[in-house]
C-alpha cells in the first residue's frame, strides 16, 4: 500500500462515519462499535481508526465517555437534528443570507488552514456528490457532508458549532435545490464541479478564489430554490383561475 493511500485512510473513514451521523443512521447518543471493532471493519489498523475518530472528536461530532466507549455527541441546540417544518420564501432568504456569512467565510479559512488529511476528506465527499449527482435525496446527504468536512478544515470550533446546529436546514435548503436543478439539468452535475473547484481552490492555498466559489456556490442554490417557489405559486395561480 502506498504512502499516500495510508495517508488517506483516516480521512476516508472518518468521512465514512461522518456521512452515517448526517444521514441519521448513527444518531445521538449511539454508541459506536469499539476501536478493534472498527480496525476490523475498515481493514485498518487500530491506530488509524484512532486517528479517524480523533477527526471526528475534534468536530465534536462524536465523544467519549472514560471506561464506556464513544458515542455520537447530542446535538448542541434542541432543533439541530430534528425534523423542521417547510421553509418559507422569506425564511429561505434569511438561510441563504446566514450561509453566505458563515460559509463563504469558512472557505476562506479553509484555504489558509486546512491540513492534507483535511484537503482529502474534502475530495471524498465531492466523490460522493458525484456519484449521486442524479439523486435528488442523496445528493443533499453527501452535500451537507461535504460543507459539515469544510466547516472542519476551516479550524474554528464555534463556526463548526454553528454549522452543525443548523445543519438541518441545510439539508432541507439543499434538498429543494437538488430538487430544482435536476428538473432543469437533468443532473447536479454543474454543482459536484463547482464543489470540486472549491477543494482545488483551498488545496491550492488561494483564499481569494476559494471565497468566490463558495459565494457561487450559496448564491446557486438560492437561485434555484426560489425558482421552485416562484413556479409553485404560478401554478397556485393557475389552479385558482
Known amino acids: 500500500m502506498s504512502s499516500g493511500r495510508q495517508a488517506n485512510l483516516p480521512a476516508s473513514i472518518a468521512s465514512q462515519l461522518r456521512g452515517r451521523i ?8 449511539a454508541q459506536l462499535p469499539g476501536h478493534r471493532e472498527l480496525a476490523a471493519i475498515y481493514s485498518v489498523s487500530v491506530g488509524t481508526v484512532r486517528e479517524a475518530l480523533s477527526m471526528l472528536m475534534g468536530s465534536g461530532l462524536i465523544e467519549t ?13 434542541p432543533n439541530a437534528t430534528v425534523v423542521v417544518p417547510a421553509l418559507e420564501r422569506r425564511e ?28 482529502n476528506a ?21 452535500d451537507v457532508e461535504f460543507h459539515l468536512a469544510l466547516a472542519e478544515a476551516a479550524g474554528n470550533r464555534y463556526l463548526l458549532r454553528a454549522m452543525l446546529d443548523i445543519r438541518s436546514l441545510l439539508r432541507q435548503d439543499m434538498e ?23 477543494v482545488e481552490a483551498i488545496e491550492a492555498r488561494d483564499p481569494k478564489a476559494a471565497r468566490e466559489v463558495a459565494d457561487e ?17 404560478a401554478q397556485e395561480q393557475v389552479g385558482a383561475a
Open 65 to 77: 465517555r472514560v471506561g464506556s466507549g464513544t458515542y455520537v455527541t447530542a446535538p448542541a441546540s
Open 22 to 29: 448526517v444521514r441519521g443512521e448513527l444518531e445521538p447518543g
Open 217 to 233: 456556490i450559496v448564491s446557486r442554490n438560492q437561485k434555484f430554490v426560489l425558482g421552485l417557489y416562484a413556479l409553485g405559486l
Open 92 to 119: 429561505v432568504e434569511e438561510l441563504t443570507e446566514a450561509r453566505r456569512v458563515i460559509e463563504v467565510h469558512l472557505a476562506e479559512l479553509a484555504a489558509e488552514r486546512a491540513t492534507p488529511a483535511q484537503v
Open 122 to 142: 474534502l475530495k471524498l465527499a465531492v466523490e460522493r456528490m458525484k456519484v449521486a449527482a442524479a439523486n435528488a435525496y442523496e445528493y443533499p446527504n453527501a
Open 176 to 198: 429543494l435545490g437538488a430538487e430544482a436543478a435536476i428538473r432543469r439539468f437533468g443532473d447536479l452535475r454543474i454543482s459536484v464541479d463547482s464543489h470540486r473547484r472549491l
